[in-house]
């Protein structure tokens, strides 16, 4: 009995895997040089490569991940005067959240034909705005700095609505009348 406490106590005290610590030193995984105290986790892979009793998570949040006001239309430009509305409209998403949101995936559409989906990773960082517009040239557009440009998608002078969405999630629905007061 007291051979098998001392084989285990020399186990704890190797370092079998070579990475410069042993069971003792902290190393949750002896068998794989890859996992010591001093490696970097990588997030989300369901492995403690730093030994530190959990995997990394990443600040990161896909579109399928977030929920209903998650997301929400700030600005809107439907007609504007520095340029004319096939050049010149745009409108700003906040993030409401802590957590950067990949937005590829969203959708954008109103609640007639118009719609376009996010097709490429924008990354919008948490408690952040995004401008989308339908022209990205400043020289152009009226100087308006696009985080991501559209088309297939168009602002109406009068009534429309925006609506942003992914699946059946609705993160924000912003309708307008064409009045001075927006919306």
Do not use: H, K
């Not at 186990?11 to 794989?32: K, Q, R, V």
């Not at 010591?36 to 997030?43: E, G, K, M």
């Not at 896909?62 to 239309?73: E, F, N, P, W």
């Not at 990773?121 to 339908?134: E, K």
């Amino acid at each position: 009995s007291s051979d098998v406490c001392s084989s285990d106590l020399n186990d704890e005290l190797t370092d079998d895997d070579g990475d410069g610590y042993s069971e003792e030193d902290g190393d949750c995984n002896d068998g794989d040089a890859a996992i010591n105290p001093d490696a970097a986790d990588v997030a989300n892979d369901g492995i403690d490569q730093d030994c530190d009793g959990q995997d990394a998570s990443s600040s990161n949040m896909s579109i399928a991940q977030i929920s209903a006001g998650d997301l929400v239309v700030t600005e809107i430009m439907q007609n504007p005067s520095a340029a004319d509305d096939s050049v010149g409209e745009w409108f700003e998403i906040y993030n409401d959240t802590s957590f950067e949101i990949d937005l590829n995936g969203l959708q954008i559409r109103d609640e007639g034909s118009d719609t376009f989906t996010v097709s490429e990773s924008v990354i919008l960082n948490g408690y952040s705005r995004a401008v989308f517009a339908n022209n990205g040239d400043l020289a152009s557009n009226g100087g308006v700095d696009a985080d991501y440009v559209y088309s297939g998608f168009s602002l109406a002078n009068g009534d429309d609505e925006i609506v942003l969405l992914y699946d059946s999630v609705i993160f924000d629905l912003v309708a307008y009348d064409g009045g001075p007061n927006f919306p």
